[in-house]
């Protein structure tokens, strides 16, 4: 897919990347646009050109999903453009988004679902997991895949069933990239459900935590996400310096690891200023060094079963490979038979009959090199391996309302309990990339 480049809306934010203090940037009175490309790409392209915005989006040959700062309003509006305005005042959407509670307690009766009602304090979130942890001492331990750039705990959570630890793998990544705030109330659902559905009794639930360990790291880059909340809601990567001189700041994560790390020129930028920054050299973030790690050690001692990166927006479900559009795992059978099924069973579990496309990340959506999905799978062995896009496809983009957390979480429970259930089934022995359901 081609990429345009991405520049910031209003003087402030052009100025958010390179600086690494608390100067708020506001977002009021901008507004979210889709704008319809298609055939009109370079059309559209070009009467964009003299406009500074933010593009939320990479998959250009459809549409181009960005942010118009307020003093550019009416100048954008009569390009005459085909749009649909997504956030008619982001600022104010923003506002409406962050109304999260103070310091959140678990009820006595471990009821946690007024958790889900809001966004909440990167220390609320560390409260959850602690609590979640001591809700079940005796099969679950606290770990840690390292720190941050700023020096932060990436913390986690490994919890099992009968028999104690030592199965093979499950392993979720969330809040990779710090924007896309949905995610980690997604794993904090899902953990959740595995845990207290086990002490119940629950059939399902106590048949995969028997038959897999579950690790989870609900927050990858902890820098970007309290940065987000603090200083500028629409931070994506970390907050590591440029090199050098550089005045930017920030590594894409999700462009920083070691396989397929300098594959082509399309998949990852090197330019210090864009989003999709890659970094110097392959693992050198911090964050990416720790996480790595811990694949190789689940790769060694136990083996990775199933990876999942969690990301947002679109409502995809997409599996390696990233760096190569036209490079087909042998895996591929199964694993899109596999999205195939939990496809289908969000979508009719669902009020909204949330649609999730799937297939290879580089062919089905754009090229992503140095991603994990593609890395845990080639250097971590993982045997299905996905990054998933949740909600929505556009309607609200990255600044989801909260009224959407739960829907978002439930509906992803229902995917994983198909997922998890196919996870051995022999039925996918032999079956190749061309055989498709």
């Known amino acids: 897919m081609r990429l345009l480049p991405l520049t910031l809306s209003i003087a402030s934010l052009a100025a958010a990347a390179s600086i690494p203090g608390p100067e708020h940037v506001s977002y009021d009175g901008a507004k979210v646009y889709r704008v319809k490309t298609g055939r009109q790409l370079a059309s559209v392209t070009e009467k964009l050109s003299r406009f500074t915005y933010e593009a939320w989006n990479h998959d250009l040959d459809r549409h181009i999903d960005l942010v118009i700062p307020a003093e550019q309003v009416a100048e954008f509006e009569s390009l005459d453009l085909n749009t649909k305005c997504l956030h008619k005042d982001l600022g104010a959407s923003i506002k409406a988004e962050s109304h999260g509670?103070?310091?959140?307690?678990?009820?006595?009766?471990?009821?946690?679902?007024?958790?889900?009602?809001?966004?909440?304090?990167?220390?609320?979130?560390?409260?959850?997991?602690?609590?979640?942890?001591?809700?079940?001492?005796?099969?679950?331990?606290?770990?840690?895949?390292?720190?941050?750039?700023?020096?932060?705990?990436?913390?986690?959570?490994?919890?099992?069933?009968?028999?104690?630890?030592?199965?093979?793998?499950?392993?979720?990544?969330?809040?990779?990239?710090?924007?896309?705030?949905?995610?980690?109330?997604?794993?904090?659902?899902?953990?959740?459900?595995?845990?207290?559905?086990?002490?119940?009794?629950?059939?399902?639930?106590?048949?995969?935590?028997?038959?897999?360990?579950?690790?989870?790291?609900?927050f990858v880059n902890p820098d970007g996400f309290v940065y987000t909340q603090t200083t500028q809601r629409l931070w994506r990567k970390n907050r590591q310096p440029g090199p050098g001189n550089s005045t930017c700041f920030g590594r894409d994560i999700n462009r920083n690891w070691e396989f397929a790390w300098d594959a082509n020129n399309r998949g990852a930028s090197r330019d210090p200023c864009s989003q999709t920054y890659r970094g110097e050299a392959a693992t050198d973030t911090p964050e990416n060094q720790g996480l790595d790690t811990l694949v190789r050690k689940l790769r060694d001692t136990q083996g990775i079963k199933l990876y999942i990166d969690w990301h947002s927006y679109g409502q995809y479900i997409l599996s390696p490979y990233g760096s190569n559009e036209t490079n087909y795992a042998p895996e591929l059978g199964k694993w899109t038979n596999t999205a195939s099924q939990m496809s289908e069973a969000i979508r009719d579990s669902s009020d909204a009959r949330t649609t999730f496309t799937f297939g290879p990340s580089g062919a089905t959506l754009y090229t992503t090199t140095g991603s994990a999905p593609d890395h845990v799978y080639e250097i971590g062995g993982a045997e299905f391996s996905y990054t998933i896009e949740l909600r929505d496809t556009g309607d609200y983009g990255f600044v989801l309302p909260p009224e959407q957390i739960l829907p978002t979480a439930k509906e992803q429970w229902v995917g994983q309990q198909v997922l998890l259930s196919l996870l051995d089934e022999t039925f996918f022995d032999g079956i190749g990339p061309a055989i498709f359901f």
Do not use: C, M
């Not at 997991?129 to 895949?145: A, C, G, R, V, Y």
């Not at 700023?150 to 490994?158: I, K, N, P, T, V």
């Open 101 to 218: 509670s103070s310091l959140w307690k678990r009820q006595g009766t471990n009821d946690t679902s007024s958790w889900f009602d809001t966004y909440h304090p990167y220390d609320d979130h560390i409260q959850f997991w602690k609590d979640l942890h001591t809700s079940f001492p005796n099969q679950s331990e606290w770990i840690s895949s390292g720190t941050s750039y700023e020096g932060r705990d990436l913390f986690g959570l490994h919890f099992w069933g009968a028999s104690g630890p030592g199965k093979p793998a499950v392993l979720y990544h969330a809040q990779v990239h710090a924007r896309e705030w949905i995610t980690s109330p997604v794993v904090e659902y899902i953990a959740t459900q595995l845990i207290e559905g086990y002490k119940a009794g629950d059939n399902a639930t106590t048949t995969f935590l028997n038959k897999y360990d579950f690790f989870i790291i609900p």
